[in-house]
């Protein structure tokens, strides 16, 4: 999909509230998995995304 097209997730709650996942903490998102927070499939791809951007440099 192309990068223009594709929707942007934004979080929706707390302090970081409006910011896109993109730009939030590892350790926010971490802690969104660990306690399974409704979002935590969000916080979980951007890890993933994250690594997987590590891994090709």
Known sequence: MHYLTTPIAIC???LHKGQPY???????????????HQH???????????RQAALTR
């Not at 499939?41 to 890890?47: G, P, T, V």
């Open 12 to 14: 929706d709650f707390g």
């Open 22 to 36: 993109r730009k939030l903490p590892v350790s926010f998102l971490n802690w969104m998995v660990m306690n399974k």
């Open 40 to 50: 935590a499939s969000l916080a979980q791809q951007e890890l993933d995304r994250r």
